[in-house]
């Protein structure tokens, strides 16, 4: 169970919330932010832009959208994910519900905070266990094309057929920059974060994995509007590293490619497809998740 905390927590406590790059920034009117995921799956709480004409924003420069409000309103954030890895000679499958609350405040930066509940059944080899998350992070924008995000971030993992768990804590800071283009935009993200395991008790017995380290997580996102879809629907291909330093871990770095569709199913909602693989072949596996926001 001991290498199976690390690999999961690492993901699901120092995430890059990265998701949609902005689109048609001199459009000015951002669509509904979305939550993050869990897991191995790509983060989606952040916003992104809707892909109004900038002949229409100018024109209505002076006056306040709906688009505008409604984005400004708070979201209650819902998914299923699923994902499936090989972790040396065992298998670890992982069903997950991420819940989610967003708080949209008004102001020129745009500030926003979300509550994250992550919720998960696991399954090593046949035994099984369950882990819980709770995440608060904080977003606001520096400049129009850059935006930063202070996390904070607690989990606990537990399988009493396995006899063995973990807690985690964690805080990190997240740093998201946006280019865009004709074509589409890309989204880089750079983020540093400690974390270090806490004492938890499971069956009579208490574990603490003594571990305290720094990760080191950057990623690139790719976007591309798909109109013909719908309108503000995108293709989102990316790449992310993720390392580790400090105390010696199972796995020190791993790195992920895979692509989200944002706004296929409707428009604040997303579907990723990852793949996950780590060094020398330590871990390997596909993830996806489905998220939506009302």
Known sequence: MDNLVRLDFSAVLVDLPLGNALQGRAAGVEAVPMADAEGMAVDESDSSVSSASPEVAGSEENEESSTEIDERENKIG?????????????????????????WNFEGESKPSLTLRLPISQLDVDGNTGIAFGLGLNYRQNLTPNWQISPNLNYGVTASESLGSGGALASYSLLSIYDWTASWGAIRIGNQAGQY??????????TFDAGIESTVLRNGLIFQFPTGFIRDGATFDPYLLDTRYYGTELYIMQYYEVG????????????????????????????????????
Not at 79 to 102: A, C, E, M, R
Not at 196 to 205: D, E, I, Y
Not at 283 to 289: M, V
């Open 78 to 102: 819902i998914g299923l994910g699923f994902s499936s890895y090989d972790q040396g000679d065992s298998k670890v499958n992982t069903i997950t519900i991420p819940l989610s609350y967003s």
């Open 259 to 294: 692509f989200t569709l944002s706004g296929w199913v409707f428009l604040s909602s997303s579907l990723t497809f990852n793949y996950l693989v780590s060094e020398e072949d330590k871990a390997k596996g596909t993830s996806f998740l489905f998220r939506a926001q009302f």
């Open 196 to 205: 270090r395991s806490m004492p938890l008790s499971v069956g009579g017995t």
